[in-house]
């Protein structure tokens, strides 16, 4: 989180005002212990790393893959577009993410042109015309740069290594890189994702592993990441996958986030704010333990999607980029003055991240879009005039969205559909129609509080940045502001639960907005030292009381709500809503009195804050949601994810056994089709849920017929059926009852190379040894080569 020590003969502008009004935010660092923030939190990454079971050779080829074919190529295109410098680590940032950017390009001419070998020299086809065109040499060494204050670098610092030490505790401690024995357990969806990633590998588009030659109309930039970085940097994709590249994409979303907030507000201190808004501080629950059945409005922000959902992940920092890159375009003089603009580049910037952010995460351009239209027509109406700067912006977006559209998702819609409301009306519903208007109305906005109550805290600090300025806002505050709306808004119009990662893709944009409203705050607050460390030691105060109360007597409070509400012998629509509104009601009683006890007897203990109770206020609601990922780490010591099942040892063996022992174009057949809970202990048990996806995943190659729920087909048709029933049965008969004719079909017909035959889910191996080669077998998992 440091700057670079090559400028420091450079003159430096002024410093800026710190937005704490502690000092300057903005002055030089000793030469010694710049770059010491930095170190220390790549060194909490490693040590995390290491102590779960990762190679140091595999952190080492890491960290060279990132510096190489990521950090390198990336800043010099992003300094090559920008046009003046601001600091060291905005470059490094947003120099990270152009070479995401450039990454993808890199991969599809790799792979579709059958070059993979030639992955880790892609970066010299950047480096060298840098090196040999006088104009880009400039770029390698460039001056100018402003430093940040110690407490700035050390704080984003910090940022990071909660972040490392948070997934150390809810995924990387507990989830072996393979798994290590025959009760492993995984969440569900990890192999289906270690799947694609292997398909990149291969394939440009990507098809779907689990039905060999079946288009996959998907947001899958996510997997050609990991397929480059697997390839770069000769590492083994479950390494990637299970260790490397969650913690690296969330420290460098924290990073961009941090210098994002700097650019659009000119408070160096929204950096460190907006970055813990974005990952420390989760959603406001009271419920202990929590798990993806008690998530009353859909995906939450971190807790198990920052480590499950990697397209969120991989997501989130472009997305960040791309709000600084359109925002930069959008900041008043003020802001203008105070932090160089980008300038022209900011438009090329803008398409680089759109076209990326497109298919990286389907919610996160249309909410950006909505945004962008907001900002116009507020300037358009207010200013009567063509904010023709917006037009061009939303023109480089608007083709983004068409491209992908058509050609990576071909118009599939994947299972969404427009019900207005559809997402949270189950809340309120009344088909006996027992309750009166009034009652139903009261319902509805018992459930909208709910949400806003779940979902929105963390944006709270916008609200007094508009009521200081009655709503006269600038064009990128507006822009923020819609694209806040647009998230919530497209999520109460488009049914489905993958809907809610639309209120996932606005919060940034209100998070942005609520920490250049807190800074605000407190700077027109000007705390003295004395006031500052009493506020903070509250706020630690504050968020352990909540933890703690939250963990030892959730259950408790759950119970006497319910009860109180009548709900103890009737079961309402609305009953999961309760616990955490009347927890909200409780602790907004509790803050008057503490409050009116303050006004009447505390003034004196701490005069710096008379006056500053909005400023305690507001730090206590964005604080109210830091609880839930403190209980997520307590829970994991407890619990187990209810969606991580079964994962043997032997199964992942067998893939890998077929891996090493194929070529990629190779088709695999098998007779595992579902997961079951209890892997199949009960050979009676019904199993209808078609999620088998650890052939393909830790094979890397495709299968004719394994688990089918996440295609395409079937989430646009949602009846779970299989398409081809006479594929299906032809696949089941040749495991179940073994011929040479269908044997025979399957290598004629279908190209399959092996049969990989699970005993546990039933097949005559004996009779398939007969008709096929024998070729591997771990007592469990049998496979047989079809010569």
């Known amino acids: 989180m440091g700057t670079t020590d090559s400028t420091a003969s450079a003159p430096l502008r002024s410093p800026e005002r710190s937005a704490d009004g502690a000092g300057p935010a903005v002055r030089r660092l000793p030469a010694a212990g710049r770059f010491l923030p930095a170190a220390a939190a790549y060194l909490v990454l490693v040590a995390v790393l290491l102590k779960t079971g990762t190679a140091p050779l595999d952190v080492a080829k890491y960290t060279g893959y990132a510096a190489w074919a990521v950090v390198l190529p990336g800043t010099l295109v992003f300094r090559a577009l920008r046009r003046r410098p601001h600091t060291l680590v905005e470059d490094l940032a947003f120099g990270a993410v152009v070479g995401l950017v450039l990454e993808l390009a890199a991969w599809a001419v790799l792979v ?11 970066p010299l086809a950047v480096v060298v015309p840098f090196v040999a065109v006088p104009s880009l040499r400039r770029h390698w060494r460039p001056t100018g740069y402003r430093t940040p204050s110690a407490a700035w670098s050390w704080a984003v610092a910090a940022t990071v290594a909660f972040t490392a030490l948070y997934l150390y505790v809810v995924a990387l401690r507990t989830n072996p890189i393979l798994p290590d024995s025959e009760t492993t357990r995984q969440y569900i969806d990890l192999p289906y994702l270690l799947s694609l990633a292997g398909n990149a590998k291969h394939h440009v588009p990507l098809t779907f592993p689990q039905a060999a030659g079946e288009p996959l109309n998907y947001h899958w930039f996510t997997f050609a990441h990991m397929a480059m970085t697997s390839m770069v940097g000769d590492i083994d994709l479950a390494v990637v996958q299970m260790r490397l590249m969650v913690p690296a994409l969330s420290a460098l979303a924290m990073v961009v986030a941090a210098v994002v907030a700097w650019r659009i507000t000119a408070r160096p201190w929204t950096g460190p704010v907006a970055a813990t808004l974005v990952f420390a501080i989760g959603e406001f629950t009271v419920n202990y333990p929590a798990d993806v059945n008690s998530w009353v409005f859909g995906a939450l922000s971190v807790p198990l999607m920052s480590w499950a959902s990697l397209s969120l992940t991989y997501a989130l920092p472009l997305l960040l980029a791309l709000i600084g890159a359109v925002g930069d375009r959008l900041r008043g003089p003020e802001e203008a003055g105070a932090v160089p603009a980008f300038g022209r580049g900011a438009f090329v910037l803008a398409g680089l991240f759109a076209l990326a952010s497109s298919a990286a995460k389907a919610s996160s351009l249309p ?17 009567r005039r063509i904010p023709w700067n917006i037009v061009g912006l939303g023109a480089i977006l608007g083709a983004a969205q068409v491209f992908t559209t058509a050609v990576i998702f071909r118009f599939e819609s994947y299972g969404l ?4 409301l559809g997402n949270i009306k189950g809340y309120w519903a009344d088909p006996e129609h027992l309750r009166s208007t009034p009652v139903q109305a009261g319902l509805a906005l018992l459930t ?7 979902h929105q805290l963390r944006v709270a600090g916008m609200v007094p940045l508009m009521w200081r300025r009655r709503l006269a806002l600038q064009p990128v505050q507006w822009f923020l502001l819609g694209g806040a709306l647009a998230g919530p808004a497209l999520y109460f119009v488009v049914n489905g639960f993958n809907a809610s990662y639309f209120t996932l893709a606005g919060l940034p944009f209100g998070i942005l907005l609520s920490a250049w ?4 705050s407190v700077e027109r607050a000007r705390l003295s030292r004395r006031a500052a460390a009493a506020l903070a030691a509250g706020a630690v105060l504050f968020v352990a009381l909540l933890t703690w109360g939250i963990q030892r007597y959730a259950g408790d409070w759950a119970g006497f709500v319910l009860r109180r509400a009548g709900s103890a012998t009737e079961w309402h629509t609305y009953d999961a809503l309760l616990p955490a509104v009347a927890a909200a009601a409780a602790l907004a009683g509790i803050a008057l009195v503490v409050g009116l006890l303050w006004w009447v007897l505390g003034r004196r203990a701490v005069p710096g804050l008379r006056r500053r109770g909005g400023v305690v206020l507001l730090t206590g609601v ?18 187990v994810w209810e969606s991580a099942w079964p994962l043997p040892a032997s199964q992942v063996e067998a893939a890998r056994w077929v891996r090493d022992h194929s070529e990629p174009d190779d088709v695999l057949a098998t007779n595992t089709h579902c997961r079951r809970p209890d892997d199949y202990a009960d050979p009676n048990a019904g199993c209808g849920n078609s999620l088998s996806f650890w052939l393909s995943g830790y094979s890397e190659r495709s299968v004719l017929v ?12 949602g009846n779970g059926a299989f ?30 190379r092996y049969l990989v035959a699970d005993r546990k889910a039933g097949a005559d191996v004996a009779r398939l040894g007969q008709l096929a080669r024998p070729a591997y077998d771990n007592g469990r998992v049998a496979v047989f080569e079809l010569t």
């Open 112 to 122: 579709s042109s059958g070059l993979q070998s030639l992955a880790p020299a892609w």
């Open 367 to 383: 909410v950006t879009l909505a945004g962008l239209a907001f900002a116009g027509a507020v300037v358009l109406l207010v200013e």
């Open 417 to 420: 559909e427009i019900v207005p």
């Open 448 to 454: 909208l509080l709910a949400f806003v109550l779940n």
């Open 517 to 520: 409203g807190y800074c605000e």
């Open 622 to 639: 964005l604080l109210a949601g830091a609880p839930t990922l403190l209980l997520d780490g307590l829970q994991t010591r407890e619990h």
């Open 706 to 717: 394994e688990g089918w729920a996440y295609s395409p087909r079937v989430m646009a048709e």
């Open 723 to 752: 398409w081809d029933q006479d594929l299906l049965r032809l696949n089941d008969e040749t495991f179940q009852r073994p011929t040479a004719e269908n044997v025979g079909r399957l290598r004629e017909q279908q190209h399959v």
